[in-house]
């Protein structure tokens, strides 16, 4: 798999992920968050989460149809991966709120991106290879 390719499946997950957590809050967190009462913080919260995914996925595909140069791409991608890390190093830090089970869940969720993210960006060309 191309590195481009992976990119875009990434971000069109992410958006995917953000469109649906934007446009359908309730019914997502019912599922999601099974052991509390969802409140009108919580969804106003999964919402705004939900925005950003849609922004970002959206952003970094957007970014992998430019054909002249991968900085914009680069630039996309290196914030997705970091929004990822970020979500993963928070879910293996949660288990006090969330417990052990709840913890490992949300870690599993990112650490796939992750993964994806870095492979990705270490194997996409840089400027001056993408044109050659």
């Known amino acids: ?3 481009r390719t992976a990119i875009r499946a990434i971000a069109l997950a992410r958006a995917a992920f953000g ?3 934007t446009l359908r809050t309730e019914s997502l967190v019912r599922v999601m968050v099974k052991d509390a009462e969802p409140t009108g913080s919580l ?13 970002i996925g959206l952003g ?6 430019d054909g ?5 791409l680069r630039r996309w991608t290196r914030v997705s991966l970091a929004s990822d890390a970020i979500d ?6 949660s288990a006090r709120h969330v417990g052990v089970v709840g913890s490992i869940q949300a870690t599993a969720a990112s650490a796939p ?3 994806g ?13 993408a044109s050659s």
Do not use: C, K
């Open 88 to 93: 993963t190093v928070s879910g293996m830090a």
């Open 117 to 129: 993210g870095w492979w990705a960006l270490r194997w996409l060309p840089h400027a001056e290879q």
């Open 1 to 3: 798999m191309e590195a």
């Open 43 to 55: 969804f106003l919260f999964a919402r705004t989460v939900g925005i950003r995914d849609l922004v």
């Open 60 to 65: 970094t595909l957007a970014a992998s149809f």
């Open 68 to 72: 002249e140069s991968t900085d914009d």
């Open 113 to 115: 991106f992750v993964a």
């Open 19 to 21: 469109a649906a957590l």
